[in-house]
């Protein structure tokens, strides 16, 4: 007994030093959300008066009690350009039901830009008319900086990409076409860009005169060509295109080649800044092609600036493709111009056969599958279908789409040259010849390893949740389940999970503890975002369990649900709590000389197996009893009840 007593208060102290960790860590996420900068807000939609916390003011640049607590008085903070959507968001939330989680610019009264996302709850009166619309704003400019930083990058990356590859497909540069190329070319480098306007100039054949061919307006979507203007007006500036890349420049009015065109040119059209790239032909500069952003100053980066050169390069591979007609070396002077996108794309590009032989390579494509260079790939690579795709059926399903003219996104793992495996995802069109004839199919190929790797890493953990003995489930904001794993089910008695999906969770309650969360439990929650401690579940059929519940709050006011079967932990506690009052009752108490009777059966076992069972079963009514008791009734009826316990108890026994 001694022994036992120990186990059980070395469990106590175990869940003492628990309980202990678990009120340290719910401090910790306290202080966390206090530094988050999160604020409270409450809008009475009957008054228009309209509520802030201090930390709401302080996220908005207002000192304590700043807010004049008048409604119009907010949108005087949001960013004009957003207000449309914020008001929006309210009319969804107030009159749809929608969430109300809209994400804007706010702007301080130092005039500081920040952007903030805000949380609300919508309170209705009983015929559904809403009254108050109450949460919580944070301020998430570093994240939505990044985010737009990022979003914007990888959106301009892939818009200049798509133009050269355009550009390289344009049939006015095979033709040798010059005016309909020079307007595919400042067409395709004005989005991009996000430029205003695109121009090319051309030195007249005596080098006299700078001659626009074309001016691509891209706000009016149109064409121009203005006068000429004579160089010898312009000596700094045509001086620095001899001897730079590219000329990028945003202080146009001060900046020492382009000042001479500020007065005349730039501030009569409302330039900022401009990006010239030379057009260098034969080694020597023949033109340029500038690109004139107006409004707000700005800075351009070095892809900015790589992309120009890219297509001052279209604009030579134009000039020496229309020399081609007049002379030899000035065709393959285009080829090799051609060949230098080729071979510096980033993407790997390539051309197959339709029986599975590479055509052509470049280099991207080779490093991509590891080869030494793209010679190497196309001599060793020579069965794709068995030497390239790790499954052989990708290929006849490559080929089966492509009866479409084209395959999107096609991922698929690929054997490098060393055996490793890699993700790609390849993009691909087919090409015909001029009587519908299959020539061969020409795409690009992007290594997709590490977003695989992210992917299976999601499903890892995903997996993890599933094989966790804990249930696990997700509450939406109307909190009904939109998941759940196998453990949460088993534990409310459910075969699948499925079953509940959809379903509230006060399925999993009966209407005494239903009460309780909605009471006493629900507006902890709402307050400090979680809750942790013991409910009563019921199982689907009816019977009712002691649990251990977590409560977290997330994002668009859903809800992630723990539960822990504790049955056999408030067992083992009432039969540890009936040894000690055992214990002291023997102390004070002289024990009587007790009577032995016959057994009722002539079975020891039998008997013993029902005594056995009829203590499990009075221990279990007893602890349901008490738990409800000190729920909701006074002391007296607690004193009942224990009597009535003890009554039972010796009946049993008898």
Partial sequence: MMTAIGQQSGQFIDRHQAEEALRQSEALQRIALNAAGMGAWDWNIQTGEETWSKEVEMLYGLSAGGFSGVYEHFFEFVHPGDRACVKQAQVDALHDGRDYSPEYRIVRPDGSLRWVSARGNVTRDENGEPLRLSGVTMDITDRKQMELALAESEHRLRQQSAALASLAQHKSFAEGDLEPAFRAITEAAAAPLQVARVCIWLYNSDRTLWQCVDLFDRNQDAHFCIEPLCVADYPAYFNALTINRSIAAHDLEHDPALSDFWASYFQPNGITATLDAPIVLSGQVVGVVCHEHVGEAREWTMGEQNFAGSIADFVVLALEVSERKRTEDALRSAEEKYR???????????????????????????????????????????????????????????????????????????????????????????????????????????????????????????????????????????????????????????????????????????????????????????????????????????????????????????????????????????????????????????????????????????????????????????????????????????????????????????
């Fill in 340 to 654: 230098s996108i080729f071979e510096n794309a980033v993407t790997g590009i390539f051309q197959t056969t339709p029986d599975g032989h590479y055509l052509s390579a470049n280099p991207a494509l080779a490093r991509i599958y590891g080869y030494a260079s793209p010679q190497a790939l196309i001599e060793q690579l020579t069965q794709i279908d068995r030497q390239l795709y790790v499954d052989p059926a990708r290929r006849q399903q490559f080929i089966d789409l492509m009866q479409h003219g084209r395959v999107v996104d096609f991922e698929s793992q690929v054997y490098r040259q060393d055996s490793s495996v890699i993700w790609i995802s390849e993009n691909a069109i087919a090409v015909h010849s001029e009587t519908g004839a299959l020539l061969y199919y020409e795409g690009t190929v992007e290594n997709i390893t590490d977003r695989k790797r992210t992917e299976e890493a999601l499903k890892r953990q995903l997996t993890a949740i599933e094989a966790s003995m804990d249930g696990i489930s997700l509450l939406d904001a109307q909190g009904r389940f939109t998941y759940l794993n196998q453990a949460h089910a088993s534990i409310s008695g459910y075969d699948r999970p499925d079953v509940l999906l959809g379903q509230s969770w006060e399925v999993l309650y009966d209407e005494l503890e239903r009460s309780r969360f909605e009471q006493e439990i629900f507006p902890v929650l709402k307050q400090v975002g979680q809750w942790r401690g013991e409910a009563i579940g019921m199982r689907r059929d009816g019977s009712i369990y002691p649990q251990e519940v977590s409560l977290v709050a997330i994002e668009a006011d859903g809800l992630v649900f723990v539960v822990q079967d504790i049955t056999e932990r408030k067992c083992a506690e009432a039969d540890l709590r009936q040894s000690k009052e055992a214990a002291e009752k023997s102390k004070s108490v002289k024990k009587p000389v007790s009577c032995q009777h016959e057994p009722r059966t002539a079975n020891p076992a039998q008997r013993n197996y029902r005594l056995q069972r009829n203590a499990a079963r009075r221990r279990r009514r007893i602890w349901l009893r008490r738990h409800h008791a000190g729920l909701g009734e006074n002391s007296r009826s607690r004193k009942a009840s224990a009597v009535a316990d003890q009554r039972h108890s010796r009946h049993l026994e008898n």
